[in-house]
Every structure is written in structure tokens, then in C-alpha cells.
Nanobody, 119 residues
Framework: QVQLVESGGGLVQAGESLNVSCTASGSVTSIYAMGWYRQAPGKERELVAETDRDGRTNYALSAEGRFTLSRDNAWDMWSLRMLSLKPEDTPVYYC?????????????WGQGTQVTVST
């Protein structure tokens, strides 16, 4: 089991920057991949950025060049640095951890943190 807690988020104006962070507890050594997703009302949850223990990091096209995903060496905390925020960056942001065990793979999610970008 992995528990995820997000922090950060809040209200900013367009063009400003914001950080959101995720802290993992529990079986953190089983985490293979970590990332950030976001979901606007009435829309599907979409990937923002993700990284894995194989060293691969992917960003959504909307995030490339503006957002940076970073993590600590213990793989129990990761952050998303967001620059030049736009109103369309407003949704709820969720951190995600992918866990692989001998039996199966699982995704764990945080409770979400609201980011609101005003014009």
C-alpha cells in the first residue's frame, strides 16, 4: 500500500508560477513510476508529466517547456514546478504512483489539489 498526499496549489494569476508536491508513505520502495495528472470538471483525467525508474520522463504537449517534474532520491517525494501558468492550467492536480509487484501492478492516487489560474 502506498499513501499519497499532495500539497501546494492555490490561486495565481496568469503568467505566474506555482509548485505542487506529493509525499508518499507506505511501501515507497515498490514505486516504479510517479507522475502528475489533472482533471477539469466533466473531462477525463489527463497526464501532465511522469517519470520512472528506467529514467524516462514524459510531458504532455501542454506542459513541455513550462512544467518540470522533479523527485528526491528516495522516491518518496516529487514535485511539479509550473511556470507561465495559463487559465487552461486550472484543473485539479493529482499525483500518481505506479507500483509493480510480483502479482500485479497498481496505481495509487492522491486526493487532488486545486490550481486556479485567473486572468
Amino acid at each position: 500500500q502506498v499513501q499519497l498526499v499532495e500539497s501546494g496549489g492555490g490561486l495565481v494569476q496568469a503568467g505566474e508560477s506555482l509548485n505542487v508536491s506529493c509525499t508518499a508513505s507506505g511501501s515507497v520502495t515498490s514505486i516504479y513510476a510517479m507522475g502528475w495528472y489533472r482533471q477539469a470538471p466533466g473531462k477525463e483525467r489527463e497526464l501532465v508529466a511522469e517519470t520512472d525508474r528506467d529514467g524516462r520522463t514524459n510531458y504532455a504537449l501542454s506542459a513541455e517547456g513550462r512544467f518540470t517534474l522533479s523527485r528526491d532520491n528516495a522516491w518518496d517525494m516529487w514535485s511539479l514546478r509550473m511556470l507561465s501558468l495559463k487559465p487552461e492550467d486550472t484543473p485539479v492536480y493529482y499525483c500518481q504512483a505506479g507500483v509493480i509487484t510480483v502479482e500485479a501492478s497498481y496505481d495509487y492516487w492522491g486526493q487532488g489539489t486545486q490550481v486556479t489560474v485567473s486572468t
